[in-house]
């Protein structure tokens, strides 16, 4: 992330800084507690990431890759037209949510699949064929 260097100019001189220091990243923050957990693992043809999405319909998902790095974004619509229940407490999370993982050197970001299976979406990452890595004497020709 890109910040806007302070510098020491007009009233507000050294210490604005320091009191907007705190503040910097809450918004960050806040996302990453509303985001989904996730899990990453890897095989000799892929890397699997498996993230957990209760609740969340699949047309609500939106996966896509971008300069190496993979991105979910989704949001969980909330519906409750109940009428006569007073509620005395509701621990379910609604809202729009968004996770990032970069991906490693060699994932093929050509070659990505993904499913959705009983609120967990799974998404696989081909690995791209290792470019040889034995020496190859090259001819020169006389001209």
Do not use: C
């Amino acid at each position: 992330m890109v910040e806007k260097s302070h510098t020491a100019s007009g009233l507000m001189g050294d210490w604005w800084p320091t009191v907007y220091s705190p503040l910097r990243n809450v918004g960050q923050k806040i996302a990453d507690f509303f985001a989904p957990e996730a899990d990453a693992a890897t095989t000799d043809q892929y890397y699997e990431i498996n993230m957990e999405l209760p609740g969340v319909a699949p047309e609500d998902v939106d996966v896509s890759v971008h300069d190496n790095s993979l991105t979910v974004k989704g949001e969980k619509q909330a519906e409750r037209e109940e009428q006569g229940k007073t509620y005395f407490f509701s621990e379910r999370v609604y809202g729009a949510f968004h996770r990032s993982f970069r991906l490693p050197a060699d994932a093929d970001p050509d070659k990505v699949a993904a499913e959705f299976k009983d609120g967990i979406l799974t998404i696989k990452i081909a690995k791209q064929t290792a470019p040889s890595e034995k020496a190859r004497k090259i001819q020169v020709n006389r001209v």
